[in-house]
Every structure is written in C-alpha cells, then in structure tokens.
C-alpha cells in the first residue's frame, strides 16, 4: 500500500512533546517499510526518523501548535488557533490524498475525525487517549457507526470509554526492541518515566519512593514545570533525580539500573510506552491497575499491579515486583509488543480499511 501518516500537530517527532505518539510513529513507518509498503509521514516541520525510517519521504509543515485535549476542561469546544499547523497539516493531506491508498492519523483531534466521510481516500484513525472531552466522545462515537473499520485503538481499557457498537479493533502497540539492552542486574533505584504532567501521577510514585528510602529517578519533558516543583517540594531532598528528556538510546541505557519502575497514571491511560520499555530492559513495573498498564503488567509476572492513588498499596507492590526474575519481563515485551508484530496488525487493520472504501465505489 501507499501510505500516508499524518503526525501529531503537538511539537515535532523527536521532541518528546507529542508523547507516546512519537515511538507508535517511529514503530509504524519502520515495521511497515520493512513489510514492503510505501511510507510517507507528514509531520511538523523540523522533525526527524530515526535510521529504521529512512525508507520513508518525510514532509514538514509550520504552524502553531494545537493545544493538547488532555489539558482543556472536557466541555471544551473545538480550537483551532491562527496559523494552525492542524488545519496545514490536512490541507497538506487531503491535496495529495490521490496519491495514497490509506492515510493512516496519529493525531488525536476533532479535524481528522470530521472529515472521515468526506475524503476520497480513506482515513484511519489510531486513537491515541481515553476519553477527555465531550466533543471528541460525541464524534468518535458517530464515526464508531458510520466507519467502524477506519478506528483502531491501543487497549482495551482505552476502547471501554467509547461508545462503541462493536467490539473495538485493538492493536497494542511495537517497538524496536534491539534498542533496548536486558540488564540482569538492578541497582538500590526506584524509576519514572512520562510527560511531568497532573495526568501521569508523578507525585504519587515519589510518595513512593520517600516511604521506601530509595531514590526515584525521573525521566521525561517538564510539560508543567510548576508541578514538578510541587512534586519536588512534596518529598525529603533527594528523593528526586531529574534526569531529563533523553533520546531512547540514552534513556533506556540508565532505565534498565532501576529495580522497578513505577506507573501512576491518574487517567484513563491509552497504552503506557515506558512500561514495555522498562520490561524491554528487565525491569519490573509496579503500576496502578487503571487504563492500558492495567493490560501490560501481569501480577506476578511482569510486575506487580496496585489499587489506584494508594500510595500503601504502590509501596507494597513494589516489593512485589523487586522479586520478580529480570528475564522474563524482557521475553515477555519479545512476545506482545515487537514492532513487527505491531506492524502485522496494522498492515491487517489498514488493509481492511482500504478493502471497505474500495467495495463502497
Ligand atoms: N520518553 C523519552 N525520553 C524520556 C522520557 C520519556 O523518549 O526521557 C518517551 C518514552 O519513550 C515514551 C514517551 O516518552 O514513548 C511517553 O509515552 P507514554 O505512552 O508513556 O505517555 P504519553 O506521554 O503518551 O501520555
């Protein structure tokens, strides 16, 4: 197929801005060249592939970013502010749609969603959240009815906040995982990793941390720098580690010391990246049992799974997780999140989108 992919309009791909959006990218383009496929990504201008995408043309566009779903009150209405790069993005898009069986969306956004009956080329739509706003619940809900094939979800848990008149499509999610090396051996560090957002939780895994004396190493873009000042200020010094934004190379090298990583999402997470990347590395996940995380950390298994915002029970599944064998947290990422096997479901998923338009002309 030729394929067009149409990135997040927040921040360039390789800024970490748009989140977990940027490794279902990166895994996407290099999963479905190496099937065979013709990529091109449309993305905002000045981002960049990594060497596994290098078969894929990558076009840029400027604008202004579109201010993110999860940070607005969910009755919010649609915004699309001056010079909008979502709105050049599907112009971009929808000029060139003859050349492409599929244009396959990233972005999490009423425009993509609204235009899915009016194009010539189909659009399909990998949601990327939960739900967080009433318009957006209302329109994929309409194009759940009118286009159920073009809609694909990471997690079950994910696709439970939709009203769905089917059983979702789910497709995980997939990484290079020769990128990230198995350590056998854990050093006394406690890890987390996300957007330093309300969202993700953080103060509850450094509440964590101070309880059980061991230090918590952070990694990740400061989205909201006020909160992790309160963050910060909540535990005794030194209990945080900033260690920045670090490309995934960097990132999983010092990833894979820690003995467990933490996951405290305070939403309905769609997938949760940095817990298959941890277990890619051998480290276990002591996680709430809320959203995508939920799905991925198998008690006892792969990690250790807690009632949500209890900071008791996080504690006590830390322990559990520091028991778990390393190994099989990294055989169990082989199993379930390979980018190539991600890449065979997408290859599946778009394959029937382009069979349903073409048995509607
Ligand atoms: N990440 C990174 N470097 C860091 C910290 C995080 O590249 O220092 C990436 C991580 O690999 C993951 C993403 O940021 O893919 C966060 O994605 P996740 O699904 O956990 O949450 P989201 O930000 O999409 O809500």
């Given at each position: 197929m030729r394929l067009l992919v149409v990135s997040t309009p927040v921040g360039t791909l390789g800024s970490g801005r748009g989140g977990g959006v940027e490794i279902t990218a990166r895994a996407l383009v290099a999963g479905l060249l190496e099937r065979g496929h013709q990529l091109t990504v449309l993305a905002a201008e000045g981002s960049t592939l990594p060497p596994s995408c290098a078969g894929a043309a990558l076009w840029g566009e400027t604008g202004m970013d579109q201010p993110s779903?999860?940070?607005?009150?969910?009755s919010a209405p649609v915004e699309l502010p001056a010079g909008t790069l979502l709105g050049r993005l599907w112009r971009r898009a929808l000029s060139h749609q003859a050349d492409f069986d599929v244009i396959l969306n990233l972005a999490y956004d009423w425009l993509p969603l609204w235009l899915t009956p009016h194009t010539a080329t189909p659009v399909a739509h990998l949601v990327?959240?939960?739900?967080?706003?009433a318009v957006m619940d209302e329109l994929i809900a309409e194009i759940a009815r009118s286009h159920p094939q073009h809609l694909a979800f990471h997690t079950a848990a994910q696709a439970a906040d939709f009203d769905l008149p089917q059983p979702p499509r789910l497709v995980g999610n997939g990484f290079d995982l020769g990128r990230y090396r198995f350590q056998a051996e854990p050093a006394e560090l406690l890890g987390w990793a996300g957007r330093i957002a309300p969202e993700k939780g953080l103060e509850d895994a450094a509440a964590a941390a101070a309880r059980l004396g061991l230090p918590l190493a952070v990694w990740g873009l400061q989205e909201d720098p006020a909160y992790a000042r309160r963050v910060e200020a909540s535990v005794p010094p030194g209990t945080l580690r900033w260690r920045g934004f670090l490309p995934t190379e960097q990132l999983q090298a010092e990833l894979g010391h820690c003995a467990v990583l933490l996951n405290t999402p305070?939403?309905?997470?769609?997938?949760?990246?940095v817990v298959v990347e941890a277990l890619a590395c051998g480290v276990p996940v002591a996680a709430y049992?809320?959203?995508g995380p939920a799905e991925l950390v198998q008690e006892g298994h792969t990690g250790a799974l807690a009632r949500p915002d209890d900071v008791a029970a996080l504690v006590a599944a830390v322990g559990r997780a520091r028991r778990i064998e390393r190994r099989r947290c990294r055989t169990w990422a082989e199993q379930h999140c390979s980018q190539q096997a991600f890449a065979a479901r997408i290859e599946a998923w778009l394959e029937a989108v382009n069979g349903s338009a073409l048995a509607r002309r």
């Open positions: 779903w999860q940070h607005r009150p969910r990327s959240m939960g739900s967080v706003a305070k939403w309905n997470e769609a997938f949760g990246n049992a809320r959203g």
